[in-house]
């Protein structure tokens, strides 16, 4: 049974994140973005259900009160600055709450909760006449007043953006400063989809005259079987066999040339048809980098520190890879703020500026995006990692702080002593390994005690593609992203140490040695790199290693298929590209390469020995990330893989995606309730059958008689959670499904 104790202590660890998710919504809702309002309240309303379920009762209390002057901001009150400011101290006091586990005593609500029901009688005192049509957008509220100075934006880098990039945007009709996807071009879509099927109608003729062509070469047969006439026909057959020949092969000739002239032209409409698509999902990266300046101001006055956030740069981005990379961006920039600026008396004595610095720069490849996150505080305190690790890491003390950069990126790991409305979570960093690495991207480090730390960020510019190097190791065709590339040597000399063979870059005679490492020793054939061998130099997160190769060829832009769409897997490899002979390409993880060179080769996982997916597969939705999280641990403890959806509707697209072995669900969620959901679940005949769990506050009697009709397994109650109890409903489930 999980306690309630374990629950509360989810529930702690979830808050810093929720705070600061809801601060970026407040502060985005004054810049402008009205749709941040009901996001918000939708969090607000979870987070005091959660807590009221828990039986925190200060924490409930203040989320109801402030969902109470979110409610009455949409319903007509125009928002001043004592809305702002109440809500911001009530999410700054729901954070030092939660880091305090509930001992309110230790804190003056009372103050907090004035204000807000001062803010809530404002609203309400100017709410009840209809607002008029130009006064629905939220309001630019001036916060001046505030009494931690919030971080400058220093957008002065933006104003001159790469003319290619302005080009390309007013090529396709958007404007300079448009941040969302441009609309999809109907007219240029229609055009290639009509010249695909003129192209199709070709093709149907072209197989009408190969079928005439075998027609032909039947009778050529006929005339040539020597089963035939007699001998006295035999000039005759003679010559109307070479007739039918040269008729056959002048048909075929003729189709062979229309053939390859129609799929010429086909590929070509198929490349314009996904270059426009590719077009209308594109966005810069103005809204990214202003959320950053958000992220970082409401992190600055959580803490108290004086900041000044710059933005540098712009780019284009497919709109997946901006998804992907806006939570690990603002993650960088709240760690940096956090573990990064000391405070103002530690950088007086260091000799610092009181304000810290935070900068932010993008800068555009051919094939990928660079975002670097820079900082000018402490850097990275090597000598409490070590600390934080000496009980799971063997002989932690012996490796450099080179070798402790990627520890930095493990779940739960926090080097902070206390927990803040920030610190002390052990979530933050792996979230940032985790989103790159989904892009196929990279996180590179560099930190410099006393002097800051700089963390560069490299995701391709789209996920429809990616520009490789291809490389060959045995009976291997594998593949390495290009921007993971730092260049190719031929190995002129192996230099071997008791760390293992070295490689010395030309060139560079003072520089620290490269490790390097057989490629085909990696997946699993065995070798040693030699002289004579071509070798990749590659980038990991903390520096450079090199692997020897077969072979390698230019680099190219390949169509990818990921490793989770894939029917095995492998550590190794994150993609497959097929080519043109009808092979493939194994698209290798390179981070993953590193760390399997690193280990014993007794324990490095194979490309060879990819294994099938046995697992069953689970699908959570839950709106609730707390309970979401508990839920997803337990059964994946249960061995189970899992999917996660917030809501019924996403929750539905993914059974229909890929259909899960079971369902856990909850009823009240946005979009889409949990009832509806499983009734369109028993709609389809490849989902009808699925069991379905049901774990919710609304456990009353219709519906339940409502749930039962729908032939789900069970259906439990939140507030009489107990975990062995889904841990049997879910077992009898798959052992029934």
Known sequence: ????????????????????????????????????????RRLLHTLKGEAHMLELLACGDLAELTESVIDAARGGGRPTQLTGDS????????????ASHG????????????????????????????????????PRLDRAAESVAPPRLDRAAESVAPPRLDAELRARGAPPDQAAPAALDAAAVGARVQELQRLHGEREVLQRRLREAQRMLRALLVEIDPRGAGVDRFAERITKTLGYGAEIERALGAVRADWSSNEFAAGRALGELDEVVRKASVVRTERLLDQVSLAARSAARMLGKDVEARVEGTGLLDAQVERRLEPALLHLVRNAIDHGIEPADVRARRGKPARGTVAVTVVQTDAAVRVEVRDDGGGVDFARLREVLAPSVQDVASLDDAELVPYLFAHGLTTSRSVGAISGRGVGLDVVAREIGALGGQVRVDSRPGLGTTILLVVPKSLHGEEVVPISSGRFRCAVPTHAVRSVVLLDEVLHTSDGPRVRLAGEASAELVPLFSLAALLGDGGQPAPGDAALVLHHAAGLFAVSVGGYENPRPVSLVRSEELPFTSPLVRGVAPTADGEALLLLDVERLFACARQAPREAPSAAAAEPKREPLALVVEDAPVARELLCGILRALGLRVEEASDGREGLARARATPPDVVLTDLEMPYMGGLEMVAELRRSPALARVPVVVLTTAADEPNVAALRGLGVRAVLSKQRFVEEELRQIIATSLGGA
């Open 87 to 98: 809500i911001l101290g009530a999410l700054e006091a729901l954070g030092l709450l939660s």
């Open 103 to 138: 001992e309110e005593a230790a804190l003056d609500l009372e103050g907090v909760e004035a204000t807000l029901r001062a803010a809530h009688a404002e609203l309400q005192g100017g709410g009840a006449r209809r607002p008029a049509a130009d006064e629905l957008a939220p």
């Open 1 to 40: 049974m999980r306690s309630r104790a374990d629950l509360v202590a989810a529930f702690h660890r979830a808050m810093p994140d929720r705070v600061a998710q809801a601060t970026d919504l407040w502060l985005g809702y004054e810049q402008g973005q009205a749709g941040n309002l009901p996001v918000l």
